[in-house]
């Protein structure tokens, strides 16, 4: 059975950064598009990141592009997101996703076939 555990999330000031991580179980991660996803208070959920298997390919929403980096250490089964000069507005849940089948990289939330509970960022000003 496929498990996605998000950590890192927090409460942190604007400017701040934090680096959460996503651990997979159940999938060979390595053949998998992972991907950040974040949903805020009343809002729908948005794309944030994705990487392709081998990290070559990356792609990132425009809102937190220059901020953040998305990378993956398929040894440890793990992606990570480092998000850093935080701003309020990126106050939100955090979710891991990930992309089976495929090698092609989307910012598509109904794409990913798998998903973690999410972990909470807060961003206070």
């Known amino acids: 059975q496929v498990q996605l555990v998000e950590s890192g999330g927090g409460l942190v000031q604007a400017g701040g950064s934090l680096r959460l991580s996503c651990a997979a179980s159940?999938?060979?991660?390595?053949?998998?598009?992972m991907a950040w996803f974040r949903q805020a208070p009343g809002k729908e959920r948005e794309f944030v990141a994705t990487i392709s298997w081998n990290g070559a390919n990356r792609l990132y929403a425009d809102s937190v592009k220059g901020r953040a980096t998305i990378s993956r250490d398929n040894a440890k089964n793990t992606v990570y997101l480092q998000m850093d000069s935080l701003k309020p507005e990126d106050t939100a849940v955090f979710y891991c996703a990930g992309r089976s089948g495929t090698s092609t990289i989307t910012r598509v939330p109904e794409n990913y076939d798998y998903w973690g509970q999410g972990t909470q960022v807060t961003v206070s000003s």
């Open positions: 159940g999938v060979t991660f390595s053949r998998n598009v």
